[in-house]
T-cell receptor, first 112, second 111 residues
Framework: GQQVMQIPQYQHVQEGEDFTTYCNSSTTLSNIQWYKQRPGGHPVFLIQLVKSGEVKKQKRLTFQFGEAKKNSSLHITATQTTDVGTYFCAGLSNTGRRALTFGSGTRLQVQP | DTEVTQTPKHLVMGMTNKKSLKCEQHMGHRAMYWYKQKAKKPPELMFVYSYEKLSINESVPSRFSPECPNSSLLNLHLHALQPEDSALYLC??????????FGPGTRLTVL
């Protein structure tokens, strides 16, 4: 079955440093979505990427979808303590199965 | 209203109990989902309902029984659970395969 892996599992940064998490799927994706889950909270949608090679920005967050539609990345510039949480990518297979497969997640800790 | 609500927030039950988790959304979404999430793990899909019909069952044990009474409501009936079923149970909804809106979850403890 489809597998979605993320690295790193955990990252601890100083406030102001940049952060990147990478997501790799074992199969080609129809789209990829990113979610953030704060400690004790629930996943909250950040963005969806659909096109090969797509790049989207949201303030300090930059999302990329690979040319082969099998990998993606999320980059945060100048982290803030409000960025703390676990970031999940979630891929939608292009086989027609209408369900997301969540990546393993990257937990971000930001030291003030 | 862009909110998914879940009740109860917390639930403690014994292995012989029967209980139900409830989920509601009023965004007109026709896809609704149950996920199970263990600590420090990603959400794990259990069931998908599409237009009130069960479309995906991820080989979930029969002690979990989903129900979709109408397009706004989703229930998860629990019976004879095991301690390893203790987890956060998340409900979500979406329009087609677009962004999913998650509820706050029910934190379940099975004694």
């Amino acid at each position: 079955g489809q597998q979605v892996m993320q690295i790193p599992q955990y990252q601890h940064v100083q406030e102001g440093e940049d952060f990147t998490t990478y997501c790799n799927s074992s199969t080609t994706l129809s789209n990829i979505q990113w979610y953030k889950q704060r400690p004790g909270g629930h996943p909250v949608f950040l963005i969806q990427l659909v096109k090969s090679g797509e790049v989207k920005k949201q303030k300090r967050l930059t999302f990329q979808f690979g040319e082969a539609k099998k990998n993606s990345s999320l980059h945060i510039t100048a982290t803030q303590t409000t960025d703390v949480g676990t970031y999940f990518c979630a891929g939608l297979s292009n086989t027609g199965r209408r369900a997301l497969t969540f990546g393993s997640g990257t937990r971000l800790q930001v030291q003030p | 209203d862009t909110e998914v609500t879940q009740t109860p927030k917390h639930l403690v039950m014994g292995m012989t109990n029967k209980k139900s988790l409830k989920c509601e959304q009023h965004m007109g979404h026709r896809a609704m989902y149950w996920y199970k999430q263990k600590a420090k793990k990603p959400p794990e899909l259990m069931f998908v309902y599409s237009y009130e019909k069960l479309s995906i069952n991820e080989s979930v044990p029969s002690r979990f029984s989903p129900e979709c009474p109408n397009s706004s409501l989703l229930n998860l009936h629990l019976h004879a659970l095991q301690p390893e079923d203790s987890a956060l149970y998340l409900c979500a909804s979406s329009q087609e395969a677009n962004e999913q809106f998650f509820g706050p979850g029910t934190r379940l403890t099975v004694l």
